[in-house]
């Protein structure tokens, strides 16, 4: 049992990293091998493909990563400072 919790979150971020890079370290690998499957792709091609077929996705994509960094930020450094949490509890 974990009796230490500040330990979870740097070590579920970590093992959360690995996977994702893992993940598509593989994928990238099998599209770049030298006799790749026909319809494997890299990254790079899929944005590509995507974004010549519908260019208003390049917009799209930009607001969603916007809104998705802005509300993390907000959620993780709006109330950065303790006085301020107790200040907003007690009223």
Not at 8 to 17: C, E, R, Y
Not at 38 to 54: A, G, R
Not at 64 to 83: A, E, Q, R, S
Request: charged share 10%; hydrophobic share 50%; with cysteine.
């Amino acid at each position: 049992m974990i009796t230490d919790y500040w330990y979870v979150w740097p070590i579920g971020i970590t093992v959360w990293l690995i996977a994702g890079w893992s993940f598509f370290a593989y994928f990238e690998y099998q599209a770049l091998k030298k006799n790749p499957a026909k319809n494997q792709i890299t990254l790079s091609m899929f944005c590509y493909t995507v974004f010549n077929k519908f260019p208003l996705a390049i917009l799209l994509v930009g607001f969603v990563c916007g809104m998705f960094f802005g509300g993390l930020g907000v959620h993780l450094l709006w109330h950065w400072d303790p006085n301020c949490i107790n200040s907003v509890r007690n009223g």
